[in-house]
């Protein structure tokens, strides 16, 4: 049977007979001038390609898939390179996050509808990785992650700067007067002077080591930087070792499964990786059938040591992961809290892959005996203002906040907020609690990176570097501060974020994990019954979709109909 396993590649089902339907699939690749030689018995190899001059994360990405397609040939594989959507951080408004399901949608029915043996996934800025995974996960064609790598650290005078940690903190000093515009403008010159993704441990890197922790990509990839050499060469052995899980019948769903996202899950804790780690766990997990609890995820944190000492929650940058042994290093050092046993793209075992990962620095990745923290970098939250959750990243909190009381200031959305912020009469104090509503899957739409609010500059100017802020926003993986996340549910769907009134008492209590508005319930319940939502603005299109079907934060915003993974396409008669 051509499609779910069986012998043969699938691809011959296409390429191989003397009807019509054969004819005309070769005769059209000879467009491109392919002999039948090209793939006459060789696995079809698609090079997914998420390159594009408006991401510039992924504006390399053509170099790397030409080092993949070296491999394919060499391990007697036929290469095709192919487009797919691609998301870029900076540019892309309101927020790549709004379509992270259109670009899997995109992966997956590529990967499904042509005559494809195997797939390289090349990828880079933050959303590109879990798209791509999520869409080959339900196609379950084998599949290799290839990212692009990140950029070499920035620098600014005698500092190595990390996007964006530095963009906010440096935007900071310059409203505070700290520094001047033309500083300003220097910085700007200096902190991206490579190709690749942010440096820092911002969502893109996160998402590169958790995919490895995922076992899919190979051990040692995450870190390399985009323009070092090694970062071609690790692409020509993607390119091998894709015809290898072909000839092997090793598929995604062999890789992905339970115990692989406990890994990733751990590792992402290592790391102090981004938040946004949480969300595409989860919604790559729904694409396999696993049921990952958030609870899990503040379980797994609590006994997974922190040993990366990256920005922003730490000192160090990408770059320098690599060269102190990369996240082969730091899973060795926690190697008996995963599963070894979990197969990988490599075609061998997490422990097979370990095998003589060392540290090289312990200033960038501290060992298991000597960590940064012993557990709980991110936390999870529950309470009567986030009944579905909420995530805040400790390691990147100013510690005293972790225990607060304040009194809310709220916002109605990011406009309000924009508006009102830099007010000089605003009745905000370092002890207030700014509240962010309208920021969710729902309500922005798509869930944009409003969260990490910004201080109030006035605040700013008496020497406040940190205060308790909660939205039902994400943050940059590159931000810190104590800053709480993804309540669930949101405010666009009555959650009761919804019904904070400026000058409610509010309570964080991470050591109990709560996180409580100081409101009588039967308060709470006459604001519910006064409440009503706010009107859906998008009528048509792709965002009336996305609204329509987009799941909370705590299910990782993926869409209901997408959970689960369809059959390939198992006849490519048309004719015949
Ligand atoms: Fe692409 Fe930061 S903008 S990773």
Redesign the pocket.
């Known amino acids: 049977m051509v499609g779910e396993g069986g012998n043969g590649y699938r691809s011959r089902d296409w390429f191989e007979g003397t009807d019509l339907d054969a004819f005309l699939h070769r005769s059209w690749l000879k467009t491109e001038g392919f002999t039948d030689e090209a793939y006459e018995g060789r696995p079809v190899i698609g090079i997914c390609n998420s390159w594009s001059e408006v ?4 504006a390399h990405l053509r170099d790397l898939a030409e080092a993949v397609k070296r491999g394919v040939l060499q391990a007697g594989g036929f290469p095709l390179e192919f487009p797919v959507m691609s998301l ?3 540019l892309m408004k309101p927020t790549t996050m709004l379509y992270r399901n259109l670009m899997a949608m995109d992966v997956e029915e590529n990967v499904r509808s042509y005559p494809l043996d195997g797939v390289v996934l090349l990828t ?3 959303k590109t990785t879990p798209a791509s995974i999520m869409g080959a996960a339900s196609a379950n064609v084998p599949a290799i992650v290839v990212t692009g790598g ?1 950029m070499l650290n920035g620098k600014w005078r005698d500092l190595n700067l990390g ?2 940690t530095d963009c906010w903190h440096f935007h900071e000093e310059l409203r505070a007067g700290r520094i001047d515009h033309t500083e300003w403008k220097q910085i700007e010159a200096s902190i991206s002077r490579s190709a ?3 440096m820092t441990m ?4 996160t998402m590169a080591c958790v995919t490895e922790g995922l076992g899919m990509t190979l051990p040692g990839a995450a870190a390399i930087p985009a323009v070092d050499s090694r970062r071609k060469a690790a692409s020509e052995m993607a390119g091998r070792k894709i015809v290898e899980l072909v000839n092997k019948n090793i598929r995604p769903a062999d890789i992905i499964t339970r115990e692989a996202l406990e890994n990733a899950t751990r590792v992402l804790h290592a790391i102090s990786g981004s938040t946004n780690g949480i969300l595409h766990l989860l919604a790559i997990a729904g694409r396999v059938g696993v049921e990952l609890p958030m609870t899990l995820f503040d379980e797994l944190s609590e006994t997974t040591p922190w040993l990366v000492n990256l920005k922003p929650s730490g000192e160090y940058l990408m770059e320098d992961f690599y060269y102190a042994g990369g996240l082969p290093a730091v899973m060795a050092q926690i190697s008996d809290l995963l599963h070894t046993d979990a197969l990988t793209v490599s075609a061998h075992t997490v422990a097979e892959n370990l095998e003589g990962a060392e540290i090289v620095n312990p200033d960038v990745i501290a060992p298991r005996a000597n960590p940064l923290s012993a557990g709980g970098s991110l936390v999870v939250l529950y309470g009567n203002l986030c009944p579905d959750g909420a995530v805040l990243k400790r390691s990147a909190s100013d510690p005293k906040l972790l225990q607060h009381e304040g009194t809310a200031v709220v916002f109605e959305d990011v406009y309000d907020m924009n508006e009102r912020l830099e007010d000089p009469d605003l009745d905000v104090t370092g002890d207030s609690v700014l509240v962010l509503r309208n920021g969710g899957p729902v309500g922005a739409p798509g869930m944009p990176e409003w969260g990490h609010l910004p201080i109030p500059a006035k605040l700013l100017k008496e020497g406040v570097e940190d205060m308790v802020r909660i939205s039902d926003a994400r943050m ?3 931000s810190y501060g104590a800053v709480v996340l993804h309540v669930a549910p949101e405010s666009a769907v009555g959650g009761p974020l919804a019904l904070v009134k400026t000058g409610d008492r509010i309570r964080l209590d991470v050591a109990k994990r709560r996180l409580d508005m100081l409101v009588e319930d039967a308060e709470i319940e006459a604001r519910r019954s006064a409440w009503t939502p706010p009107e859906k603005l998008d009528k048509r299109g792709y965002r009336r979709l996305y609204e329509d079907n987009v799941l909370q934060a705590n299910e990782g915003c993926d869409f209901g109909f997408l959970k689960g993974r369809s059959p390939v396409i198992e006849r490519s008669r048309t004719y015949g």
């Open positions: 991401v510039n994360c992924n870029g951080e900076s880079g800025c933050d990140p996007s964006c690749g993704h942010c911002g969502t893109a890197s940059s993986g590159t």
